[in-house]
């Protein structure tokens, strides 16, 4: 059965402070690996799609790296409007599975 | 262009009332796909359609629960017989490749 753990669950940084969130997976045939944002009241927000080991994507102040056992999302120099809910999910055959989420806020 | 869009946005149904939620998926989006979301967790599958075909309903937690996406369109999922278990986030989400998933802002519903 394929499975994602997130750690930490929540995490608080003061602005400009950088840090990583992990995600770890076991999935049988990985077709690719997903990292959302969600923020409160709202659906998650697709962020980045990595394939293989090794790929590296980046946006703005976020960058997402892949092994073939874990993923990270890498934040610097984050602002307060980078507070939400990151969510990480992993498709093996059609169906998605999410992890449950890091809790991210980050303090002015 | 226009995202994913569901309604109504909130829903409060007293036990045992048959409710009713709606998808309106990005416009050519030919996978169409329904998740629960509990309050603090990840969203968890339902179910998935490839245009009109339900091809996977294996997240369907109870016969209570429908889907339906008759001209491969529009969706609904249909909870009959609500109970306080089934109050949650109900998500929607389409795709045109099938990986990337692109969601709407979902229903919360409220079963009292």
């Known amino acids: 059965e394929d499975q994602v753990t997130q750690s930490p669950e929540a995490l608080r940084l003061q602005e400009g402070e950088s840090s990583s969130l992990n995600c770890s997976y076991t999935v049988s045939g990985l077709r690719g690996l997903f990292w959302y944002r969600q923020d409160p009241g709202k659906g998650p927000e697709f962020l980045f799609t990595?394939?293989?080991a090794g790929e590296e994507k980046e946006k703005e102040r976020l960058k997402a790296t892949l092994t073939k056992k874990e993923s990270f999302l890498h934040i610097t120099a984050p602002k307060p409007e980078d507070s939400a809910t990151y969510l990480c999910?992993?498709?093996?055959?059609?169906?998605?599975?999410f992890g449950q989420g890091t809790r991210l806020t980050i303090n002015p | 262009g226009a995202g994913v869009s569901q309604s109504p946005r909130y829903k409060v149904a007293k036990r045992g009332q048959d409710v009713a939620l709606r998808c309106d998926p990005i416009s050519g989006h030919v996978s169409l796909f329904w998740y629960q979301q509990a309050l603090g967790q990840g969203p968890e599958f339902l179910t998935y359609f490839q245009n009109e075909a339900q091809l996977d309903k294996s997240g369907l937690p109870s016969d209570r629960f429908f889907a339906e996406r008759p001209e491969g369109s529009v969706s609904t999922l249909k909870i009959q017989r609500t109970q306080q278990e089934d109050s949650a986030v109900y998500l929607c989400?389409?795709?045109?490749?099938?990986?990337?998933?692109?969601f709407g802002p979902g229903t919360r519903l409220t079963v009292l």
């Open positions: 990595l394939y293989s």
């Open positions: 999910a992993v498709q093996g055959a059609q169906k998605l599975v």
């Open positions: 989400a389409s795709s045109s490749t099938g990986y990337e998933q692109f």
